[in-house]
């Protein structure tokens, strides 16, 4: 089955530089690619994703990069913020259905 | 638009005893997935629901269960708790497969 590894674990910026979190998977049947953002005591928050037929995506001040013949994927946050200091997760999901595989998630703090 | 409402939000149950959990998806939305979440496993997937029908299923002992309804409504169900379920247990609803998944707040079941 499908595996998804993250890193780093933890990650320490100061308010206004860039974070970058990356992911690998295994399963190739893998299509589509999500991130969520889950703050103390909520529910992980769908942030940005891709799908397997799309290189790059970006959102404001959030991207995503999909390398599927090296089987890795990236999100990069820019300008970072305070509020943006939260655990981030990666996940990839088989083709046709709705299953998540998550990654162990990244522990990002912002310091002003 | 309301989000995705589980309740109960928090839940304390004794060791053998069976817990049932609930979960109300986006209107319109038809797909509910669950997934547990603990400090040492991360989030894993339990079961996928479309249309009141069952798609796939993680590795859980057969003591996890669940179902969907008509409204598209899920609930989850453990029977003979253990202290290791002790978790906080996510539903994630979307309009269908392969489509972006939105997470509730969780209901967090402590099991002594």
């Known amino acids: 089955g499908e595996n998804v590894e993250q890193h780093p674990s933890t990650l320490s910026v100061q308010e206004g530089d860039s974070a970058v979190i990356k992911c690998t998977y295994s399963?190739?049947?893998?299509?589509?690619f999500p991130w969520y953002k889950q703050e103390l005591g909520k529910g992980p928050q769908l942030i940005i994703d891709?799908?397997?037929?799309?290189g790059e995506k970006k959102d404001q001040r959030i991207a995503v990069t999909l390398n599927k013949t090296a089987k890795h994927f990236s999100l990069h946050i820019t300008e970072t913020q305070p509020e943006d200091s939260a655990v981030y997760f990666c996940?990839?999901?088989?083709?046709?259905?709705?299953?998540?595989?998550f990654g162990t998630g990244t522990r990002l703090l912002v310091s002003p | 638009k309301a989000g995705v409402t589980q309740t109960p939000r928090y839940l304390i149950k004794t060791r053998g005893q069976q817990v049932t959990l609930s979960c109300s998806p986006i209107?319109?939305?038809?797909?509910v997935s669950w997934y547990q979440q603990t400090p040492g496993q991360g989030l894993q997937f339990l079961f996928e629901?479309?249309?009141?029908?069952?798609?796939n299923k993680g590795n859980f002992p057969g003591r996890f269960s669940g179902r969907q309804f008509s409204n598209s409504r899920s609930e989850m169900n453990v029977s003979t708790l253990e202290l290791g379920d002790s978790a906080l247990y996510l539903c994630?609803?979307?309009?269908?497969?392969?489509?972006?998944?939105?997470f509730g707040q969780g209901t967090r079941l402590t099991v002594v």
């Open positions: 994630a609803s979307s309009l269908g497969p392969e489509t972006e998944a939105f």
């Open positions: 399963d190739s049947a893998s299509n589509y």
């Open positions: 891709i799908r397997s037929n799309v």
């Open positions: 996940a990839a999901s088989p083709r046709g259905f709705q299953k998540l595989v």
């Open positions: 209107s319109g939305h038809r797909s």
């Open positions: 629901y479309f249309s009141e029908t069952q798609r």
